[in-house]
T-cell receptor
Framework: DTGVSQNPRHKITKRGQNVTFRCDPI?????LYWYRQTLGQGPEFLTY????????KSRLLSDRFSAERPKGSFSTLEIQRTEQGDSAMYLC?????????????FGPGTRLTVL | GQQVMQIPQYQHVQEGEDFTTYCNSS?????IQWYKQRPGGHPVFLIQ?????EVKKQKRLTFQFGEAKKNSSLHITATQTTDVGTYFC???????????FGKGTKLSVIP
Protein backbone atom coordinates (compact mmCIF):
# COMPACT_ATOMS: atom_id res chain seq x y z
CA ASP A 1 0.00 0.00 0.00
CA THR A 2 1.73 3.15 -1.18
CA GLY A 3 0.92 6.54 0.20
CA VAL A 4 0.28 9.77 -1.66
CA SER A 5 3.19 10.59 -3.94
CA GLN A 6 4.14 13.95 -5.40
CA ASN A 7 6.58 14.89 -8.12
CA PRO A 8 8.90 16.61 -8.31
CA ARG A 9 9.91 16.94 -4.68
CA HIS A 10 11.78 20.15 -5.36
CA LYS A 11 11.47 22.72 -8.13
CA ILE A 12 13.55 25.83 -8.63
CA THR A 13 12.39 28.18 -11.34
CA LYS A 14 12.87 31.71 -12.51
CA ARG A 15 10.17 34.30 -12.12
CA GLY A 16 7.79 34.31 -15.06
CA GLN A 17 8.21 30.62 -15.90
CA ASN A 18 5.40 28.08 -15.78
CA VAL A 19 5.60 25.05 -13.50
CA THR A 20 3.52 21.91 -13.17
CA PHE A 21 3.33 19.54 -10.23
CA ARG A 22 1.87 16.07 -10.12
CA CYS A 23 0.06 14.25 -7.35
CA ASP A 24 -0.74 10.53 -7.30
CA PRO A 25 -3.27 9.83 -4.55
CA ILE A 26 -3.71 6.58 -2.70
CA UNK A 27 -5.42 4.09 -4.98
CA UNK A 28 -9.23 4.26 -4.84
CA UNK A 29 -9.24 7.56 -2.99
CA UNK A 30 -11.90 9.58 -4.78
CA UNK A 31 -11.23 12.85 -3.03
CA LEU A 32 -8.13 14.89 -3.69
CA TYR A 33 -7.02 18.23 -2.21
CA TRP A 34 -4.27 20.72 -2.96
CA TYR A 35 -2.80 22.95 -0.27
CA ARG A 36 -0.02 25.49 -0.08
CA GLN A 37 2.13 25.86 3.03
CA THR A 38 4.63 28.60 3.77
CA LEU A 39 7.10 28.68 6.65
CA GLY A 40 5.43 29.08 10.02
CA GLN A 41 1.93 28.69 8.61
CA GLY A 42 -0.60 25.92 8.40
CA PRO A 43 -1.58 24.39 5.07
CA GLU A 44 -3.80 26.74 3.08
CA PHE A 45 -6.58 25.15 1.03
CA LEU A 46 -6.31 25.66 -2.72
CA THR A 47 -8.76 23.31 -4.38
CA TYR A 48 -10.71 20.06 -4.04
CA UNK A 49 -11.63 17.30 -6.50
CA UNK A 50 -14.14 14.52 -6.18
CA UNK A 51 -13.20 12.07 -8.89
CA UNK A 52 -12.54 14.26 -11.94
CA UNK A 53 -14.82 17.11 -10.86
CA UNK A 54 -13.28 20.20 -9.30
CA UNK A 55 -15.91 21.01 -6.68
CA UNK A 56 -14.31 23.76 -4.68
CA LYS A 57 -11.64 26.34 -5.30
CA SER A 58 -10.23 28.87 -2.87
CA ARG A 59 -11.06 32.50 -3.50
CA LEU A 60 -7.40 33.18 -2.81
CA LEU A 61 -6.39 31.19 -5.87
CA SER A 62 -5.43 33.55 -8.65
CA ASP A 63 -6.17 32.78 -12.28
CA ARG A 64 -2.49 31.89 -12.72
CA PHE A 65 -3.23 28.66 -10.86
CA SER A 66 -5.06 25.79 -12.49
CA ALA A 67 -5.59 22.21 -11.42
CA GLU A 68 -6.86 19.18 -13.26
CA ARG A 69 -7.73 15.60 -12.51
CA PRO A 70 -8.69 14.34 -15.96
CA LYS A 71 -9.31 10.67 -15.24
CA GLY A 72 -10.14 10.93 -11.58
CA SER A 73 -6.81 9.45 -10.55
CA PHE A 74 -3.67 11.62 -10.57
CA SER A 75 -3.90 15.40 -10.49
CA THR A 76 -1.74 18.23 -11.77
CA LEU A 77 -1.36 21.75 -10.44
CA GLU A 78 0.01 24.34 -12.84
CA ILE A 79 1.24 27.79 -11.95
CA GLN A 80 1.69 30.19 -14.85
CA ARG A 81 4.00 33.21 -14.84
CA THR A 82 5.40 32.35 -11.43
CA GLU A 83 6.11 35.10 -8.93
CA GLN A 84 8.44 35.10 -5.94
CA GLY A 85 5.41 35.02 -3.65
CA ASP A 86 4.53 31.61 -5.07
CA SER A 87 7.51 30.08 -3.29
CA ALA A 88 6.05 27.55 -0.88
CA MET A 89 5.49 23.86 -0.22
CA TYR A 90 2.62 22.53 -2.30
CA LEU A 91 0.89 19.64 -0.58
CA CYS A 92 -1.54 17.13 -1.99
CA UNK A 93 -3.86 15.06 0.16
CA UNK A 94 -6.39 12.36 -0.60
CA UNK A 95 -9.12 10.48 1.18
CA UNK A 96 -11.71 7.86 0.34
CA UNK A 97 -15.47 8.35 0.33
CA UNK A 98 -15.92 5.78 3.05
CA UNK A 99 -14.75 5.68 6.64
CA UNK A 100 -15.91 7.15 9.91
CA UNK A 101 -13.49 10.02 9.82
CA UNK A 102 -12.60 12.61 7.19
CA UNK A 103 -8.93 11.68 7.48
CA UNK A 104 -6.81 13.30 4.83
CA UNK A 105 -3.59 11.55 3.86
CA PHE A 106 -0.92 14.02 2.86
CA GLY A 107 1.88 13.51 0.38
CA PRO A 108 5.47 14.68 0.99
CA GLY A 109 4.91 17.88 -0.95
CA THR A 110 6.67 19.74 -3.75
CA ARG A 111 8.86 22.59 -2.57
CA LEU A 112 8.82 25.44 -5.09
CA THR A 113 11.46 28.15 -5.07
CA VAL A 114 10.95 31.07 -7.45
CA LEU A 115 14.10 33.10 -8.05
CA GLY B 1 -14.40 33.73 5.62
CA GLN B 2 -13.74 31.13 8.24
CA GLN B 3 -10.69 31.71 10.43
CA VAL B 4 -9.04 29.27 12.80
CA MET B 5 -6.69 30.62 15.45
CA GLN B 6 -4.30 28.62 17.53
CA ILE B 7 -2.34 29.50 20.65
CA PRO B 8 0.38 29.45 21.67
CA GLN B 9 2.49 29.68 18.54
CA TYR B 10 5.48 28.11 20.29
CA GLN B 11 5.84 26.04 23.45
CA HIS B 12 9.04 24.82 25.04
CA VAL B 13 8.63 22.23 27.77
CA GLN B 14 10.90 20.06 29.84
CA GLU B 15 10.49 16.38 29.11
CA GLY B 16 7.83 15.01 31.43
CA GLU B 17 5.87 18.25 31.63
CA ASP B 18 2.36 18.59 30.22
CA PHE B 19 1.47 20.58 27.09
CA THR B 20 -1.76 22.12 25.85
CA THR B 21 -2.62 23.89 22.62
CA TYR B 22 -5.88 25.73 22.01
CA CYS B 23 -7.84 26.27 18.85
CA ASN B 24 -10.64 28.79 18.20
CA SER B 25 -12.80 29.21 15.15
CA SER B 26 -14.62 32.35 14.06
CA UNK B 27 -17.58 30.20 12.97
CA UNK B 28 -19.31 27.04 14.15
CA UNK B 29 -17.59 23.95 12.81
CA UNK B 30 -19.10 20.71 11.60
CA UNK B 31 -16.00 18.91 12.78
CA ILE B 32 -12.45 19.59 13.85
CA GLN B 33 -9.35 17.59 13.04
CA TRP B 34 -5.89 17.58 14.56
CA TYR B 35 -2.69 16.91 12.65
CA LYS B 36 0.95 16.62 13.65
CA GLN B 37 3.81 17.70 11.40
CA ARG B 38 7.34 16.69 12.29
CA PRO B 39 10.19 18.96 11.18
CA GLY B 40 10.71 18.44 7.45
CA GLY B 41 7.66 16.21 7.23
CA HIS B 42 4.08 16.46 6.11
CA PRO B 43 0.92 16.70 8.25
CA VAL B 44 -0.23 13.39 9.72
CA PHE B 45 -3.80 12.93 10.91
CA LEU B 46 -4.28 12.41 14.63
CA ILE B 47 -8.01 12.61 15.41
CA GLN B 48 -11.37 14.00 14.35
CA UNK B 49 -14.02 15.36 16.71
CA UNK B 50 -17.59 15.78 15.55
CA UNK B 51 -19.93 16.05 18.52
CA UNK B 52 -20.42 19.03 20.79
CA UNK B 53 -18.47 18.53 24.02
CA GLU B 54 -16.72 15.45 22.67
CA VAL B 55 -13.58 14.20 24.41
CA LYS B 56 -11.28 11.60 22.90
CA LYS B 57 -8.08 10.09 24.23
CA GLN B 58 -5.14 8.50 22.48
CA LYS B 59 -2.66 7.26 25.06
CA ARG B 60 -1.13 10.47 26.49
CA LEU B 61 -3.12 12.75 24.16
CA THR B 62 -6.54 14.15 25.10
CA PHE B 63 -8.64 16.04 22.59
CA GLN B 64 -11.70 18.15 23.39
CA PHE B 65 -14.35 19.82 21.24
CA GLY B 66 -16.20 22.73 22.81
CA GLU B 67 -19.92 22.76 23.51
CA ALA B 68 -20.49 25.47 20.91
CA LYS B 69 -18.31 23.60 18.38
CA LYS B 70 -16.11 26.67 17.94
CA ASN B 71 -13.12 25.68 20.02
CA SER B 72 -10.95 22.70 20.70
CA SER B 73 -7.88 21.72 22.66
CA LEU B 74 -5.14 19.12 22.59
CA HIS B 75 -3.46 18.15 25.85
CA ILE B 76 -0.36 15.95 26.06
CA THR B 77 0.48 14.45 29.42
CA ALA B 78 4.11 13.85 30.38
CA THR B 79 5.69 14.95 27.09
CA GLN B 80 8.42 12.88 25.48
CA THR B 81 11.04 13.88 22.91
CA THR B 82 9.04 11.98 20.29
CA ASP B 83 6.22 14.52 20.75
CA VAL B 84 8.32 17.23 19.08
CA GLY B 85 6.63 18.80 16.08
CA THR B 86 3.95 21.27 15.09
CA TYR B 87 0.37 20.50 16.02
CA PHE B 88 -2.35 21.89 13.78
CA CYS B 89 -6.06 22.03 14.25
CA UNK B 90 -8.21 22.19 11.14
CA UNK B 91 -11.91 22.80 10.87
CA UNK B 92 -14.59 22.61 8.25
CA UNK B 93 -17.95 24.27 8.18
CA UNK B 94 -21.24 22.74 7.16
CA UNK B 95 -21.58 22.20 3.44
CA UNK B 96 -17.94 22.93 2.66
CA UNK B 97 -15.18 20.58 1.60
CA UNK B 98 -12.61 23.17 2.57
CA UNK B 99 -10.47 22.42 5.61
CA UNK B 100 -9.14 25.56 7.30
CA PHE B 101 -5.95 25.04 9.27
CA GLY B 102 -4.70 27.07 12.20
CA LYS B 103 -1.12 28.33 12.17
CA GLY B 104 -0.08 25.54 14.48
CA THR B 105 1.71 25.25 17.80
CA LYS B 106 5.34 24.26 17.56
CA LEU B 107 6.32 22.06 20.47
CA SER B 108 9.91 21.68 21.59
CA VAL B 109 10.75 19.16 24.30
CA ILE B 110 13.94 19.65 26.28
CA PRO B 111 15.36 16.30 27.41
Amino acid sequence: DTGVSQNPRHKITKRGQNVTFRCDPISEHNRLYWYRQTLGQGPEFLTYFQNEAQLEKSRLLSDRFSAERPKGSFSTLEIQRTEQGDSAMYLCASRPDWGEMDTQYFGPGTRLTVL
Amino acid sequence: GQQVMQIPQYQHVQEGEDFTTYCNSSTTLSNIQWYKQRPGGHPVFLIQLVKSGEVKKQKRLTFQFGEAKKNSSLHITATQTTDVGTYFCAGSGAGSYQLTFGKGTKLSVIP
